[in-house]
């Protein structure tokens, strides 16, 4: 071509093409550049030809070679299953305590609770377990209705105050404020003797009149000495866990107005055997009696 010269620094010849006074040298790719283009074409068309590739209406081409990750994936799930499946008999006819006592049944059902916990639990509970204002801290070793296996398990199942569950763990603090069963200046006077179980700063002498309307009003459920009671899943007051605050205001709303939790009764949601898997897992955390 007419316009073809040689550039006067490199010493390489241009293309004739130019662009706003920048001319283009004539430099080819490498030949190792090109076999290996010409390499993934070749195998772009033998994947075409061998695994499905080509979208068709409804489906896609099936290739030669009739390769299916799905039914590849279908086959690992089956191979899992029936791995799993002697662990998973085993659970179904074991107690949680048998469970306990068997190493192996003991690591696939804290491996199998872990997991259960995190998709049907953590919602409420956190990740680890740890709670929230409103939902109890699972790590510890304060539970409202027990912390042994068989007791977890009757909580998983049943649910608390959960409807349509004749089992359910069910009680019902009364609202002593709202209800007018005390007056503010007698809920002022207790709130100050839960302050002073738990040994917060709190008035003296509202606490002495207090310990009274506590006798008659709250013993009953919560212990003479307010350590709770766990059939009744009446919480201790004499520690530094509380569900629901742990300040005069919080306590002083919590005996006006309570506030009432609820968790489903997993049993029916959720099977047995995972049920069993996630008690031994909620009771290996470190606060299972």
């Given at each position: 071509?007419?316009?073809v010269?040689?550039?006067?620094?490199?010493?390489?010849?241009t293309?004739?093409?130019?662009?706003d006074?920048?001319?283009?040298?004539?430099?080819?790719l490498p030949?190792?550049?090109?076999l290996?283009?010409?390499?993934?074409?070749?195998?772009?068309?033998?994947?075409?030809?061998?695994?499905?590739?080509?979208?068709?209406?409804?489906?896609?081409?099936?290739?030669?070679?009739?390769?299916s990750?799905?039914?590849?994936?279908?086959?690992?799930?089956?191979?899992?299953?029936?791995?799993?499946?002697q662990?998973?008999?085993r659970?179904?006819?074991?107690?949680?305590?048998e469970?306990?006592?068997?190493?192996d049944?003991?690591?696939?059902a804290?491996?199998?609770?872990?997991?259960?916990?995190?998709?049907?639990?953590a919602?409420?509970?956190?990740?680890?377990?740890?709670?929230a204002?409103?939902?109890?801290?699972?790590?510890?070793?304060?539970?409202?209705?027990?912390g042994?296996?068989?007791e977890?398990?009757a909580?998983?199942?049943?649910?608390?105050?959960?409807?349509?569950?004749?089992?359910?763990?069910d009680?019902?603090?009364?609202?002593?404020?709202?209800?007018?069963v005390?007056?503010?200046?007698?809920?002022?006077?207790?709130?100050?003797?839960?302050?002073?179980?738990?040994?917060?700063?709190?008035d003296s002498?509202?606490?002495?009149r207090?310990?009274?309307?506590?006798?008659?009003n709250?013993?009953?459920?919560?212990?003479?000495?307010?350590?709770?009671?766990?059939e009744?899943?009446?919480?201790?007051?004499?520690?530094?866990?509380?569900?629901?605050?742990q300040?005069?205001?919080a306590?002083?709303?919590?005996?006006?107005?309570?506030k009432?939790?609820?968790?489903?009764?997993?049993?029916?949601?959720?099977d047995?055997?995972?049920?069993?898997?996630?008690t031994?897992?909620?009771?290996?955390?470190?606060?299972g009696?």
């Open positions: 071509m007419a316009d010269e040689r550039d006067e620094i490199s010493g390489t010849d293309t004739g093409h130019e662009w006074g920048i001319k283009e040298l004539n430099t080819p030949r190792w550049w090109i290996t283009f010409y390499a993934t074409i070749v195998w772009a068309l033998g994947y075409v030809i061998l695994y499905p590739a080509l979208p068709l209406i409804d489906s896609a081409t099936g290739g030669l070679l009739g390769y990750s799905r039914a590849e994936l279908a086959a690992e799930l089956t191979q899992a299953k029936a791995a799993q499946a662990y998973l008999d659970i179904a006819s074991a107690s949680p305590a469970i306990r006592a068997d190493q049944l003991l690591q696939f804290i491996a199998g609770g872990r997991s259960a916990f995190s998709i049907n639990c919602p409420c509970h956190g990740a680890g377990a740890q709670g204002a409103g939902y109890p801290n699972l790590n510890d070793d304060d539970w409202l209705w027990g042994s296996l068989d977890i398990y909580t998983l199942k049943n649910g608390i105050r959960a409807p349509h569950n004749d089992d359910t763990r009680s019902i603090m009364p609202a002593f404020g709202t209800d007018e005390l007056e503010k200046a007698q809920i002022a006077d207790v709130t100050n003797f839960v302050l002073a179980l738990s040994g917060k700063d709190h002498a509202a606490a002495q207090g310990a009274e309307v506590f006798a008659d709250c013993a009953a459920c919560h212990g003479e000495k307010g350590t709770g009671n766990k009744f899943g009446a919480p201790s007051l004499a520690d530094a866990i509380w569900l629901y605050g300040d005069a205001a306590i002083g709303a919590q005996i006006s107005s309570p009432h939790g609820v968790m489903p009764a997993w049993a029916g949601r959720l047995d055997t995972v049920i069993k898997q996630l031994v897992y909620v009771h290996s955390l470190g606060g009696q």
